[in-house]
């Protein structure tokens, strides 16, 4: 049997005998019932939230307030739509290297894919009369800028997040760091990093590590320089319902598998992730969990494997590893990708910048590589045993 399916219905296709039966079943509109929501919401809010401001100062004022972080004093960024940790919360600063500014903005008035040059890319695509996909992005040599709208957000919301990882990236990779797809540790004044593919167990190994005094850098990403510091980014982690190591509460467990099934149905349409915007995993405070630790000199980095056991591996093999896991978490395939695309397209920006820079820090500051072949729930033991040695 072939099941094909799309907005629309669900197309299915029997195969019996020396012919083909063709079946069309009628699925519920999801995605017309959800613009006619979407668009009973713009009437409403007509005189509330208007598409097309006058000024980025009208548009921010009905927006969040813009926020300042200071991360390490490698990276300034001003921002009023979440994405950098609490952690790195600072005064108003008078000069950052990012913007990242979610609201109304107006750009010469034209509607099309891509409009680019002079260090610029703008995209604005709407869809029944809808902004869905309104972009601007500025200078990423220079004072880096990315513009938005509310509903792009709202329709695109992971590849944003991703996009504005990909710009943090560019601007690290310009100061000499990167981040890495890694959780991170700290003992003895020595820094450690556990680096793995999506789902490999870096949370697992965290909460199993968390239990044996060892300060925590990061859950997911963390910092490298070329000189060999670690430096946390303890963002919040997610708690997924294949998180190891953990003891959950009742309350935990029912909101863990609550947001897991209704990431689920929602991701059916783009449409009703824009209307009910589920995040598939709870979260909690790294500092919950453990210490977070200092910047710290890096030692030792390990990486998550399915085999069965634990082997010294060459620098090459190991960044080629980290390299792909990074990339892959942190550029989406559509919208994120197209867009870092597009403007390499029509500004002359070298669209291998990301991975050439990367593998050049990591070849610096990488030491003793070592692939974990233990499993999700004993990783941490492996590690253990490696750092106490």
Same mark, same amino acid.
């Given at each position: 049997?072939?099941?094909?399916?799309?907005?629309?219905?669900?197309?299915?296709?029997?195969?019996?005998?020396?012919?083909?039966k063709?079946?069309?079943?009628?699925?519920?509109?999801?995605?017309?019932? /959800? +613009?006619a929501? &979407?668009?009973?919401?713009?009437?409403g809010? !007509?005189? %509330?939230? *208007?598409?097309?401001?006058?000024?980025?100062?009208?548009?921010?004022?009905?927006t969040?307030?813009?926020?300042?972080?200071?991360?390490?004093g490698?990276l300034?960024?001003?921002?009023?739509?979440?994405?950098f940790?609490?952690?790195?919360?600072?005064?108003?600063?008078?000069?950052?290297?990012?913007?990242?500014?979610?609201?109304?903005?107006?750009y010469?008035?034209?509607?099309?894919?891509?409009?680019?040059?002079n260090?610029?890319?703008?995209?604005?695509?709407s869809?029944?009369?809808?902004?869905?996909?309104?972009?601007?992005?500025?200078?990423?040599?220079?004072k880096?800028?990315?513009?938005?709208?509310?509903?792009?957000?709202?329709?695109?919301?992971? /590849? +944003?997040?991703? &996009?504005?990882?990909?710009?943090?990236?560019? !601007?690290? %990779?310009? *100061?000499?760091?990167?981040?890495?797809?890694?959780a991170?540790?700290?003992?003895?004044?020595?820094?450690?990093?556990?680096?793995?593919?999506?789902?490999?167990g870096?949370?697992?190994?965290?909460?199993?590590?968390?239990?044996?005094?060892?300060?925590?850098?990061?859950?997911?990403?963390?910092?490298i320089?070329?000189?060999?510091?670690?430096?946390?980014?303890?963002?919040?982690v997610?708690?997924?319902?294949n998180?190891?190591?953990?003891?959950?509460?009742?309350?935990?467990?029912?909101?863990?598998?609550?947001?897991h099934s209704?990431h689920?149905?929602?991701s059916?349409?783009?449409?009703?992730?824009?209307?009910?915007?589920?995040?598939?995993?709870?979260?909690?405070?790294?500092s919950?969990?453990?210490?977070?630790?200092?910047?710290?000199? %890096?030692? *030792?980095?390990?990486?998550?494997?399915?085999?069965?056991?634990?082997?010294?591996?060459?620098?090459?093999?190991?960044?080629?590893?980290?390299v792909?896991?990074?990339?892959?978490?942190?550029?989406?395939?559509?919208?994120t990708?197209?867009?870092?695309?597009?403007?390499?397209?029509?500004n002359?920006f070298?669209?291998?910048?990301?991975?050439?820079?990367?593998?050049?820090?990591?070849?610096?500051?990488?030491?003793?590589?070592?692939v974990?072949?233990?499993?999700?729930?004993?990783?941490?033991?492996?590690?253990?045993s490696?750092?106490?040695?």
């Amino acid at each position: 049997m072939i099941v094909s399916c799309n907005s629309c219905g669900v197309f299915v296709r029997l195969a019996t005998g020396g012919g083909f039966k063709i079946f069309w079943l009628i699925w519920v509109q999801l995605d017309r019932i /959800a +613009i006619a929501l &979407l668009l009973i919401q713009r009437l409403g809010q !007509k005189f %509330l939230i *208007k598409f097309d401001s006058k000024s980025m100062t009208d548009n921010m004022s009905k927006t969040s307030s813009m926020k300042y972080y200071d991360i390490h004093g490698i990276l300034r960024a001003s921002s009023n739509r979440a994405w950098f940790p609490d952690y790195f919360l600072a005064e108003p600063l008078s000069n950052v290297d990012l913007v990242i500014n979610k609201g109304n903005f107006t750009y010469k008035q034209i509607e099309g894919q891509f409009l680019g040059g002079n260090g610029e890319l703008y995209t604005n695509i709407s869809y029944f009369g809808l902004p869905v996909r309104k972009m601007l992005l500025k200078d990423l040599m220079g004072k880096t800028e990315l513009h938005f709208t509310e509903l792009t957000d709202r329709f695109f919301y992971h /590849a +944003i997040s991703c &996009l504005i990882w990909v710009l943090v990236e560019i !601007k690290l %990779l310009q *100061k000499g760091c990167t981040f890495v797809h890694a959780a991170g540790i700290s003992r003895s004044g020595k820094a450690h990093v556990i680096a793995g593919w999506t789902m490999m167990g870096k949370s697992s190994t965290i909460f199993g590590l968390a239990r044996h005094g060892v300060e925590i850098l990061g859950d997911d990403v963390v910092i490298i320089s070329k000189k060999g510091m670690v430096y946390p980014f303890p963002e919040k982690v997610g708690l997924g319902t294949n998180t190891a190591n953990v003891r959950l509460s009742l309350r935990q467990k029912i909101e863990v598998n609550l947001r897991h099934s209704l990431h689920r149905l929602t991701s059916i349409s783009p449409i009703l992730r824009a209307l009910f915007p589920i995040e598939s995993t709870a979260s909690v405070d790294l500092s919950k969990i453990a210490k977070i630790g200092s910047k710290a000199k %890096l030692d *030792k980095t390990f990486i998550l494997s399915k085999g069965k056991k634990t082997e010294r591996i060459d620098k090459n093999t190991a960044i080629n590893r980290i390299v792909a896991s990074t990339l892959h978490a942190m550029m989406s395939p559509g919208v994120t990708r197209e867009i870092f695309m597009a403007y390499c397209y029509f500004n002359d920006f070298d669209p291998n910048f990301i991975e050439t820079k990367m593998r050049n820090i990591l070849h610096q500051s990488l030491k003793e590589c070592i692939v974990l072949g233990s499993g999700k729930k004993k990783y941490y033991k492996s590690v253990l045993s490696e750092i106490l040695e």
